[in-house]
């Protein structure tokens, strides 16, 4: 009989002006704490430094070594798959990927391809972003024009949860808030696109409230939590 591994998930987080060593704090819901999960999980953390979110958001490829290195420390520390606490991360995901010998799967996004190839031909996609105006076709992975054009993206900038966000140090926003402006999102997409038959949240804040908007859409909805349960379940 073999030994089940220990799953020990590893995160490039974002900056959040804490001290060398310090954890950030750990909210219900977030896709840091370990009770977020179904299934027993050790979260370890390394902190990106000077990846503060509207950093990481509009991207900076000055940021990579960095990456590179908190994840190469998450390695040494037993990680045995590495994520990040920001989808917006995925412009890093091939670099780390290359640096470590583990799973990384550092975005949501990273599912596009594969939500696209489980629509109908006539079905679209829609990614619901913290920041639109950032997300853009690049981050995608979708090469085909015909197949870019069934992927929409909207975003709640504008909103509390992005203003919050972006402070440095970021402050939580109530779930409910989450829920109401992501909700709002939404509404927005399926009007004018009544094609949509699934939605991709890119940022690591939205899976608190997935349940709630899956029930109030009748729509598959996709996370960062989703994919690091697949992830992981291929390594226990």
């Known amino acids: 009989m073999t030994s089940q591994r220990?799953?020990?998930l590893g995160f490039l987080i974002s900056e959040e002006g804490l001290s060398p060593g310090a954890i950030p704090p750990i909210w219900p819901g977030s896709i840091v704490n370990p009770a977020t999960y179904d299934f027993p999980i050790t979260i370890i953390m390394e902190t990106v430094m000077g990846a503060w979110s509207d950093i990481v958001i509009r991207g900076d490829p000055s940021l990579e070594p960095a990456c590179i290195a908190a994840a190469k420390r998450l390695v040494e520390r037993g990680a045995i798959a590495i994520s990040a606490d920001c989808g917006f991360f995925i412009r890093h995901q091939a670099a780390v990927a290359a640096?470590?010998?583990?799973?990384?799967?550092?975005?949501?996004?990273?599912?596009v391809p594969t939500l696209l190839g489980q629509l109908p031909r006539a079905a679209k996609l829609a990614v619901v972003t913290a920041d639109s105006s950032h997300c853009g076709e690049d981050l995608l992975g979708v090469g085909d024009p015909a197949d870019r054009a069934?992927?929409?993206?909207?975003?709640?900038?504008?909103?509390?949860?992005?203003?919050?966000?972006?402070?440095?140090?970021?402050?939580?926003t109530d779930v409910a808030d989450i829920e109401t402006e992501i909700a709002a999102c939404v509404t927005r997409l399926r009007a004018a696109h009544p094609e949509i038959a699934a939605l991709l949240f890119e940022c690591t804040g939205f899976p608190c409230v997935?349940?709630?908007?899956?029930?109030?859409?009748?729509?598959?909805?996709?996370?960062?939590?989703?994919?690091?349960?697949?992830?992981?379940?291929?390594l226990s």
């Open 150 to 172: 069934r992927v929409v993206i909207d975003g709640v900038e504008g909103g509390e949860f992005l203003r919050k966000a972006l402070m440095r140090p970021p402050i939580p």
């Open 210 to 234: 997935t349940p709630a908007i899956r029930r109030g859409t009748g729509l598959p909805i996709y996370d960062i939590r989703g994919l690091l349960r697949l992830t992981l379940a291929s």
């Open 6 to 8: 220990t799953c020990i």
């Open 99 to 111: 640096a470590v010998n583990v799973p990384v799967a550092m975005s949501s996004l990273l599912l």
